[in-house]
């Protein structure tokens, strides 16, 4: 029972970053229409530039934080408004091209920049340290990065239902030409959307980064953030979120009773059978398209 | 781009004599390439050639039934295997293992078409890329397949010749592409050729004019896996030993880049699409030998950057070429090409 | 009867074509010798692509002292990303457009494997595969020199030792799933069924996976006193975190991949101390056994100088003093020995030849030993196969366990 309670925790822990990601994920859905390969690396780069400031300008490791957080906003507006934008009559397909080539560049400039070594980032609380709740262990990291997904959710949830900026953006995703008619700069909404994207996801990298670093760190929770995105239905953050936790535990959960060897595969089989019952994910209505 | 005035006209081979002219000259280019360049080149080409096929396979999915798949790498696979295993353990000869395999690939398109039947956009590009990466997983723990360990392909022999040079496989890797072109490009302008273009514009519209959907949509998925699953088994001999960490979803990535960088809903678009990227692919790491080009990226990763990374630079450039062609070109190198083309039809006017 | 007859035409059409032009070998000018290596440079895999560079900043100091009786030795080495595809391009390209004499090392089993057909066809020498592979050595190749030493030996000692020295009884293994991770299963097995003993738990690792937390949990469930990890790097590094914060601390053991302890201490914020790993070489254990050494020790004459006129004059700004870089110099030490040996009157059989007659040649790694080539016998080209055990301090120094002790080579079949 204890090691039953221990994968459900520890599913939710690691479900928490995927979460992270499924939500910036879900944004760029919302604003953009495409599934968004480039969101690991948007958060990568600001990861590594954290780690610069804190070991080439020697600054606090609070600076760094709040910086890199400043720079993927930076970052995720000038993406999509050097390049995505620029596209025309973009289709789905060749946007996930685009998103592609924008993963590529990104993470080739922090491989050219910081080479391909191991390290790991400095952080306030230890890495190892943990608490118990009657025999079942959490790290303090996952209980941040739980904590950290579920007041991002929440804000977010408050932003787009109660601050100008936040239905802006709802009513550019849900009929953009409307929006533009009724005064919104919509793509100036779009792109601030792609910056709090990229925004949510360095907060997962900065809460990745101090167990391990290396170019290759947010390949892995970037696929888990897409699966648990889609099975939340791409346009729901409560979806998103909710999917993540799935994601976690399942895998979890598979890995401990089953078989390790497919656990890393396991949650796509999920995501199969999910989306035969429900083609749109959980959270998601399903439209279908007019002739 | 001229104007068809009959169906007969639409169907043909060869629209003109020029064409015909033009590919009697790619033919007596490809029957002479192997004694003009160097083994190397040979390699190259067949490398191209098995990449060709996967992406012309995948553009009668992606490009004209409008389905998406980043699980295009588990057919693959199941080709590179199950040739193998075919000739190693049943004793096929080389050629029905082969084809056994692009078969065996083809059931497993249409099991996955089934689920597609109800998914579309990023719905089914999670659902493909599960496929693929499940597919290698389960490779790796069969034993017999050699597990992650990989296997060796046995010597290749068709009808008591032996091929184990580049130069002898590269006329059947020809021989191979060319049919299967060939065919794709017929099959285009078929009942179901038509009926991939009718679902991939509309596909409730397409269904009331009696288009069977499940029919055209899993033969669609089997078709192009049928293509996947013949490129892997020639792949398996190009490389002569295959292992589950070469089928990973940077393939299936790659694969779809290239045909959409190419052009969809083309012939001519995947081709080229395949040519340039995988080109580009083996190629790149070769730009620091580049004269001036890599002594001025030495020097600024010497400054800025870190010595140690200076490859990385492939990816930047890799990833550039590829927003590039999009932006400038959302149909591809093909549709470059057709701007080209009649921009100077019309010159000067 | 016909390919009998082929085969004799082209033996004669060869050995005619050698008449020809005796002193022509391929990859030989009068100034220069030809050495090819693969290294990904990018990619996944890159943090290995230092092994390259290590052998590239060793032949530029070789060359700076004169080079090998009046050659200089020039290294083409290519990134081939750890794909096969590209490693047989790249091969390819170099043999056959510039022509190599030799290749050295080259990182991956995989990337090894795809082009070993085609460089033992050529009778091409190739010295020191990266990586501990059983596939190099057998079936043996004429050709094929392995240096180090096998994945199957770290875990026979590392798991002799536990059970001899330090009486643990459940011994647990966390492996990659591929040729390292197996064979690292395969010596531990073999080794605990010596003493009779079973194996308390197996987890495998997915490569890609960064999640930890369930492989932490099943050792602990398992209740392993000690856990031999073949991995990498980063999985040990999270693998450790996940562990400790479950409070779950056995004696951690690992191999000579994860046995660069500056880095592992680094890179696991310290966790890494009392880890045990195999190591085969730069740094000498003779007669040191209970002593604190480190990669910069001064004691090992031939390290030191390796660091200060090698990489401190050859190396880019930003490498770094590491295993892989080092070990990029040892597995081409026997290489450019027999080199040396063979005199200015440089062909590859005469390569082979004093290859085959190198006795406990040492460098900075262990003794390496060869002997004439026997389809039947792998030992004629495994090379080293010796290592030793050592122990990671607080601040990242190697406390020396045990003397240079050799392995036993376990083949497939057993």
Not at chain 1, 253 to 258: A, D, E, P, Q, T
């Given at each position: 029972m204890i090691d039953f309670l221990q994968m459900i925790i520890s599913g939710i822990a690691v479900g928490s970053s995927y979460a992270l990601m499924a939500l910036g994920m879900v944004l760029i859905y919302k604003a953009s229409e495409v599934p968004n390969f480039v969101q690991g690396e948007m958060a990568l780069l600001p990861v590594f530039i954290a780690y610069m400031i804190i070991h080439s300008y020697g600054q606090s490791v609070f600076a760094a934080f709040f910086g890199a957080l400043a720079f993927a906003m930076l970052l995720g507006c000038l993406l999509e408004f050097i390049v995505v934008r620029r596209a025309k009559n973009p289709n789905i397909l060749g946007l996930i091209i685009i998103t592609i080539g924008l993963e590529m560049v990104l993470l080739g400039f922090v491989s050219w920049k910081f080479g391909a070594d191991q390290r790991v980032m400095p952080f306030p609380i230890s890495s190892y340290s943990s608490v118990m709740f009657g025999g079942v262990y959490i790290s303090i990291l996952d209980l941040l990065t739980l904590v950290a997904a579920l007041v991002i959710m929440t804000g977010l949830f408050f932003f787009f239902r109660f601050s100008k900026l936040g239905v802006a953006m709802k009513a550019t995703q849900q009929n953009e030409t409307a929006a533009r008619l009724m005064g919104i700069r919509t793509n100036r909404v779009k792109m601030i959307t792609w910056g709090i994207s990229a925004t949510v996801g360095t907060v997962a990298g900065l809460l990745l980064a101090p167990v391990f670093m290396e170019p290759y760190m947010m390949w892995d929770p970037m696929l888990k953030g897409f699966a648990a995105a889609v099975i939340g239905g791409m346009t729901s953050l409560p979806g998103a979120v909710f999917g993540a936790y799935i994601v976690g535990i399942v895998e979890h959960l598979f890995g401990g009773y089953v078989s390790m060897e497919y656990k890393a595969v396991v949650a796509f089989a999920v995501i199969v059978l999910v989306l035969c019952v429900k083609p749109s994910g959980l959270f998601a209505r399903h439209y279908v398209k007019k002739v | 781009m001229d104007m068809k005035r009959s169906y007969y006209e639409d169907i043909r081979l060869f629209p003109s004599c020029v064409t015909v002219f033009w590919a009697v000259v790619l033919l007596a280019f490809l029957l002479a390439y192997p004694f003009l360049f160097k083994n190397y080149y040979v390699y190259m080409a067949n490398y191209i050639a098995i990449n060709i096929i996967v992406v012309v396979g995948l553009n009668l999915l992606?490009?004209?039934?409008?389905q998406i798949s980043l699980g295009h790498a588990g057919f693959y696979a199941i080709g590179a295997y199950a040739t193998i295993t075919l000739m190693s353990l049943a004793g096929f000869p080389f050629l029905a293992a082969l084809i056994c395999a692009g078969l065996i690939a083809a059931a497993f398109g249409f099991l996955l078409g089934l689920p597609a039947l109800r998914l579309e956009g990023p719905y089914l590009a999670i659902a493909t890329l599960g496929f693929g990466v499940t597919i290698t997983t389960i490779i790796g723990r069969i034993e017999m397949l050699g597990g992650r360990q990989g296997l060796h392909a046995p010597d290749l022999v068709i009808m008591g010749y032996p091929l184990d040079t580049d130069r002898q496989f590269y006329y059947l890797v020809m021989i191979i592409t060319v049919l299967l072109v060939l065919f794709a490009r017929n099959v285009t302008k078929t009942k179901v050729g038509r009926a991939f273009i009718a679902i991939r514009d509309a596909h409730i519209a397409a269904e009331t004019m009696g288009v069977n959907l499940v029919l055209y949509k899993t033969m669609a998925f089997a078709l192009s896996a049928f293509y996947a699953g013949v490129a892997g088994g020639l792949y398996a001999f190009v490389l002569r030993f295959i292992e589950p960490g070469l089928f990973s979803l940077f393939l299936s990535v790659f694969f779809l880049t290239m045909a959409v960088a190419g052009g969809l809903g083309s012939v001519m678009g995947p081709i080229a699409g395949a040519i340039v990227l995988s080109f580009l692919d083996l190629q790149l790491r070769n730009i620091l030998s580049i004269p001036y080009v890599g002594d001025w990226l030495r020097h600024l990763s010497a400054s800025y950057f870190s010595l140690t990374g200076v490859s990385n630079i492939q990816f930047i450039v890799f990833g550039a070429i590829l927003i590039a062609i999009m932006l400038f070109e959302p149909l591809g190198l093909y549709g470059l090409w057709i701007r080209t083309k009649k921009y100077w039809k019309t010159w000067p006017f | 009867m016909k390919n009998t007859l082929l085969g004799l035409l082209l033996c004669a059409a060869l050995v005619t074509g050698f008449a020809g032009a005796a002193n022509a070998e391929v990859g030989v000018t009068d100034t220069e010798i030809h050495i090819g290596q693969w290294s990904p440079q990018t990619g996944p895999a890159a943090p290995w692509g230092a092994v390259a560079r290590g052998t590239d900043a060793y032949f530029k100091w070789i060359n700076a002292n004169g080079g090998i009786h009046g050659r200089k030795l020039i290294h083409h080495y290519f990134d081939d990303a750890y794909n096969p595809a590209k490693t047989i391009a790249g091969v390819k390209q170099l043999q056959e457009q510039t022509g190599m004499f030799a290749w050295a090392s080259g990182v991956g089993t995989a990337c090894g494997l795809a082009v070993k057909d085609y460089l033992m066809e050529n009778r091409i020498p190739w010295v020191g595969p990266s990586s501990g592979s059983r596939h190099w050595v057998d079936p043996p190749q004429k050709y094929l020199f392995n240096v180090y030493p096998l994945y199957l030996g770290d875990a026979q000692l590392l798991t002799e030792y536990a059970i001899t020295e330090m009486g643990k009884k459940k011994i647990a293994v966390v492996y990659q799933e591929d040729d390292y991770g197996k064979q690292g299963l395969e010596g531990a097995r073999y080794m605990l069924k010596k003493h009779d003993m079973e194996l308390a738990e197996a987890v495998p690792v997915a490569i890609t996976d960064t999640d930890m937390r369930p492989h932490a949990m099943r050792l602990r469930q398992a209740e392993a006193d000690t856990v031999l990890l073949f991995v990498t790097p980063g999985h040990v590094a999270r693998v450790l975190g996940t562990a400790k914060a479950m409070k779950y601390e056995p004696q951690w053991m690992s191999t000579t991949t994860c046995g660069d302890f500056p880095l592992m201490i680094a890179i696991t914020k310290g966790l890494y101390e009392g880890v045990i790993t195999a190591s085969f070489g730069m740094m000498d254990p003779t007669g040191n056994v209970g002593e604190v050494e480190n990669i910069n020790n001064p004691k090992h004459e031939l390290m030191a100088k390796y660091k200060k006129e090698v990489f401190e004059q050859f190396a880019a700004e930003d490498e770094r003093w590491g295993y892989t870089f080092t070990a990029g110099i040892g597995f081409v030490e026997p290489l450019v020995e027999a080199i040396r040996r063979a005199g200015r009157d440089l062909t590859r059989e005469k390569v082979v030849a004093e290859l085959e007659k190198m006795e406990n040649f040492q460098g900075i790694m262990g003794r390496i030993n060869y002997g004439p080539f026997d389809p039947q016998d792998p030992h004629c080209r495994i090379g080293q196969q010796e290592i030793f055990l050592q122990q990671c301090t607080a601040d990242g120094a190697s406390k020396i366990l045990t003397e240079w002790e050799t392995t036993k080579f376990i083949p497939k079949s057993e």
């Amino acid at each position: 029972m204890i090691d039953f309670l221990q994968m459900i925790i520890s599913g939710i822990a690691v479900g928490s970053s995927y979460a992270l990601m499924a939500l910036g994920m879900v944004l760029i859905y919302k604003a953009s229409e495409v599934p968004n390969f480039v969101q690991g690396e948007m958060a990568l780069l600001p990861v590594f530039i954290a780690y610069m400031i804190i070991h080439s300008y020697g600054q606090s490791v609070f600076a760094a934080f709040f910086g890199a957080l400043a720079f993927a906003m930076l970052l995720g507006c000038l993406l999509e408004f050097i390049v995505v934008r620029r596209a025309k009559n973009p289709n789905i397909l060749g946007l996930i091209i685009i998103t592609i080539g924008l993963e590529m560049v990104l993470l080739g400039f922090v491989s050219w920049k910081f080479g391909a070594d191991q390290r790991v980032m400095p952080f306030p609380i230890s890495s190892y340290s943990s608490v118990m709740f009657g025999g079942v262990y959490i790290s303090i990291l996952d209980l941040l990065t739980l904590v950290a997904a579920l007041v991002i959710m929440t804000g977010l949830f408050f932003f787009f239902r109660f601050s100008k900026l936040g239905v802006a953006m709802k009513a550019t995703q849900q009929n953009e030409t409307a929006a533009r008619l009724m005064g919104i700069r919509t793509n100036r909404v779009k792109m601030i959307t792609w910056g709090i994207s990229a925004t949510v996801g360095t907060v997962a990298g900065l809460l990745l980064a101090p167990v391990f670093m290396e170019p290759y760190m947010m390949w892995d929770p970037m696929l888990k953030g897409f699966a648990a995105a889609v099975i939340g239905g791409m346009t729901s953050l409560p979806g998103a979120v909710f999917g993540a936790y799935i994601v976690g535990i399942v895998e979890h959960l598979f890995g401990g009773y089953v078989s390790m060897e497919y656990k890393a595969v396991v949650a796509f089989a999920v995501i199969v059978l999910v989306l035969c019952v429900k083609p749109s994910g959980l959270f998601a209505r399903h439209y279908v398209k007019k002739v | 781009m001229d104007m068809k005035r009959s169906y007969y006209e639409d169907i043909r081979l060869f629209p003109s004599c020029v064409t015909v002219f033009w590919a009697v000259v790619l033919l007596a280019f490809l029957l002479a390439y192997p004694f003009l360049f160097k083994n190397y080149y040979v390699y190259m080409a067949n490398y191209i050639a098995i990449n060709i096929i996967v992406v012309v396979g995948l553009n009668l999915l992606v490009g004209y039934t409008g389905q998406i798949s980043l699980g295009h790498a588990g057919f693959y696979a199941i080709g590179a295997y199950a040739t193998i295993t075919l000739m190693s353990l049943a004793g096929f000869p080389f050629l029905a293992a082969l084809i056994c395999a692009g078969l065996i690939a083809a059931a497993f398109g249409f099991l996955l078409g089934l689920p597609a039947l109800r998914l579309e956009g990023p719905y089914l590009a999670i659902a493909t890329l599960g496929f693929g990466v499940t597919i290698t997983t389960i490779i790796g723990r069969i034993e017999m397949l050699g597990g992650r360990q990989g296997l060796h392909a046995p010597d290749l022999v068709i009808m008591g010749y032996p091929l184990d040079t580049d130069r002898q496989f590269y006329y059947l890797v020809m021989i191979i592409t060319v049919l299967l072109v060939l065919f794709a490009r017929n099959v285009t302008k078929t009942k179901v050729g038509r009926a991939f273009i009718a679902i991939r514009d509309a596909h409730i519209a397409a269904e009331t004019m009696g288009v069977n959907l499940v029919l055209y949509k899993t033969m669609a998925f089997a078709l192009s896996a049928f293509y996947a699953g013949v490129a892997g088994g020639l792949y398996a001999f190009v490389l002569r030993f295959i292992e589950p960490g070469l089928f990973s979803l940077f393939l299936s990535v790659f694969f779809l880049t290239m045909a959409v960088a190419g052009g969809l809903g083309s012939v001519m678009g995947p081709i080229a699409g395949a040519i340039v990227l995988s080109f580009l692919d083996l190629q790149l790491r070769n730009i620091l030998s580049i004269p001036y080009v890599g002594d001025w990226l030495r020097h600024l990763s010497a400054s800025y950057f870190s010595l140690t990374g200076v490859s990385n630079i492939q990816f930047i450039v890799f990833g550039a070429i590829l927003i590039a062609i999009m932006l400038f070109e959302p149909l591809g190198l093909y549709g470059l090409w057709i701007r080209t083309k009649k921009y100077w039809k019309t010159w000067p006017f | 009867m016909k390919n009998t007859l082929l085969g004799l035409l082209l033996c004669a059409a060869l050995v005619t074509g050698f008449a020809g032009a005796a002193n022509a070998e391929v990859g030989v000018t009068d100034t220069e010798i030809h050495i090819g290596q693969w290294s990904p440079q990018t990619g996944p895999a890159a943090p290995w692509g230092a092994v390259a560079r290590g052998t590239d900043a060793y032949f530029k100091w070789i060359n700076a002292n004169g080079g090998i009786h009046g050659r200089k030795l020039i290294h083409h080495y290519f990134d081939d990303a750890y794909n096969p595809a590209k490693t047989i391009a790249g091969v390819k390209q170099l043999q056959e457009q510039t022509g190599m004499f030799a290749w050295a090392s080259g990182v991956g089993t995989a990337c090894g494997l795809a082009v070993k057909d085609y460089l033992m066809e050529n009778r091409i020498p190739w010295v020191g595969p990266s990586s501990g592979s059983r596939h190099w050595v057998d079936p043996p190749q004429k050709y094929l020199f392995n240096v180090y030493p096998l994945y199957l030996g770290d875990a026979q000692l590392l798991t002799e030792y536990a059970i001899t020295e330090m009486g643990k009884k459940k011994i647990a293994v966390v492996y990659q799933e591929d040729d390292y991770g197996k064979q690292g299963l395969e010596g531990a097995r073999y080794m605990l069924k010596k003493h009779d003993m079973e194996l308390a738990e197996a987890v495998p690792v997915a490569i890609t996976d960064t999640d930890m937390r369930p492989h932490a949990m099943r050792l602990r469930q398992a209740e392993a006193d000690t856990v031999l990890l073949f991995v990498t790097p980063g999985h040990v590094a999270r693998v450790l975190g996940t562990a400790k914060a479950m409070k779950y601390e056995p004696q951690w053991m690992s191999t000579t991949t994860c046995g660069d302890f500056p880095l592992m201490i680094a890179i696991t914020k310290g966790l890494y101390e009392g880890v045990i790993t195999a190591s085969f070489g730069m740094m000498d254990p003779t007669g040191n056994v209970g002593e604190v050494e480190n990669i910069n020790n001064p004691k090992h004459e031939l390290m030191a100088k390796y660091k200060k006129e090698v990489f401190e004059q050859f190396a880019a700004e930003d490498e770094r003093w590491g295993y892989t870089f080092t070990a990029g110099i040892g597995f081409v030490e026997p290489l450019v020995e027999a080199i040396r040996r063979a005199g200015r009157d440089l062909t590859r059989e005469k390569v082979v030849a004093e290859l085959e007659k190198m006795e406990n040649f040492q460098g900075i790694m262990g003794r390496i030993n060869y002997g004439p080539f026997d389809p039947q016998d792998p030992h004629c080209r495994i090379g080293q196969q010796e290592i030793f055990l050592q122990q990671c301090t607080a601040d990242g120094a190697s406390k020396i366990l045990t003397e240079w002790e050799t392995t036993k080579f376990i083949p497939k079949s057993e």
